[in-house]
């Protein structure tokens, strides 16, 4: 009742996929507990790039690839909130919507994939010029220096999509894939191997769902925000400042990982040419120890590198905030955005 979002369906957007589904499932399934007496719907629809199977993810130089449609319902009043993969969606988001909850992160580490003749295998005893399919510059540029007896090759499409391309084909040895996907799906079992942060740092928000909202529509904003897990949206945050500062995107190799233990926010970051030969990485932490403050008043609803987290204390939000923007201009002082322009410009070429 206190929401004023009575009597009437909450309306939730998804991608059409089956992983988009089940990640949904999952937010709605959260939202039913928290709010018994409410109904929610779900909305599914297809996006740019759930259409585009033939190109790869960073030739098609559109930032909003998989979540623009589903943006333009929500700015029509078609849907209420929208749930994505939190890696899906831009730094930056367009004017008008803000990220209303981060929820707890899954595994954010990458995954091998084996084609079932490699069963038991590890990447490194993968015999020479074995064809790992992955549609990441940041895995491959990660990996062609780890493992530079392997060869990368583009491979699109959903989980289902490339699962199959792996098994019915001899096209690929083994495909790299994000844990938690795998985990959502039900297909742990296909895990071969994890690739820790020394093998694979992995995607800016990798594992954590988000959900977008209107950000003028305080009912729903308040609804979605008891989704928030804090130390996910600390985490995020410094990665999405990390990334933001260096105005990367998936068609530049940008990596990190982060580590909340003791109150200190440990954030590794890293920036990699596309054949992974030129690379930075450091590390940074700061204290993101800090009460909560009632913070009522105009600045109630300060984004974050596009993100509202009304109950996790402002000063956390912004230490995390500022160490991702820090270790970011760390970087570029060392030469970073020399390697990340000649990326891009061999990307798009």
């Known amino acids: 009742g206190e929401n004023g979002v009575d009597g009437r369906a909450i309306r939730v957007g998804t991608r059409r996929s089956q992983l988009a589904r089940i990640q949904t499932n999952s937010v709605v399934t959260m939202l039913r507990e928290l709010y018994p007496d409410l109904r929610f719907e779900i909305v599914a629809m297809s996006t740019t790039g759930d259409k585009i199977l033939d190109t790869a993810l960073s030739k098609i130089g559109e930032k909003s690839l998989f979540t623009k449609e589903l943006e333009s319902a929500l700015e ?30 899954e595994n954010p580490l990458d995954a ?115 989704l928030h897990d804090a130390d996910t949206v600390l985490c995020c945050i410094a990665e999405r400042a990390f990334m933001k500062r260096l105005e990367g995107g998936c068609s530049v190799p940008v990596a990190v990982s982060t580590l909340l ?5 440990y954030l590794t970051g890293a920036v990699y040419s596309l054949d992974g030969s030129d690379s930075l990485k450091e590390t940074m932490q700061t204290g993101v120890s800090y009460p909560h403050q009632n913070e009522d008043g105009p600045n109630d609803d300060v984004q974050h590198v596009g993100i509202t987290a009304k109950n996790v204390p402002g000063q956390a939000q912004e230490a995390a905030e500022n160490l991702g923007v820090e270790l970011a201009s760390l970087l570029l002082s060392k030469g970073a955005k020399h390697i990340l322009s000649v990326a891009r410009q061999l990307n798009d070429a």
């Open 76 to 105: 029509r009043n078609e849907v209420d909130l929208v749930v994505h993969s939190l890696k899906d969606l831009p730094t930056s988001l367009p004017p008008g919507f803000t990220i209303g909850a981060v929820c707890k992160r």
């Open 261 to 265: 233990k003791d109150d200190q926010l």
């Open 112 to 226: 091998v994939v084996f084609h079932p003749k490699n069963c038991g295998k590890t990447l490194s005893l993968l015999p020479e010029k074995s064809v790992i399919g992955t549609s990441s510059l940041r895995r491959a540029a990660q990996l062609k220096k780890k493992f530079p007896h392997l060869e990368f090759r583009d491979i699109r499409g959903n989980l289902n999509t490339r699962l199959k391309k792996l098994d019915e084909k001899e096209d690929f040895s083994a495909i790299i894939l994000a844990a938690a996907g795998l985990k959502r799906m039900g297909w742990e079992n296909r895990i071969g191997q994890l690739l820790g942060p020394e093998d694979c740092l992995y995607a800016v928000g990798q594992g954590a769902l988000a959900v977008e909202v209107r950000a003028k529509d305080q009912e729903i904003l308040n609804m979605v925000s008891a």
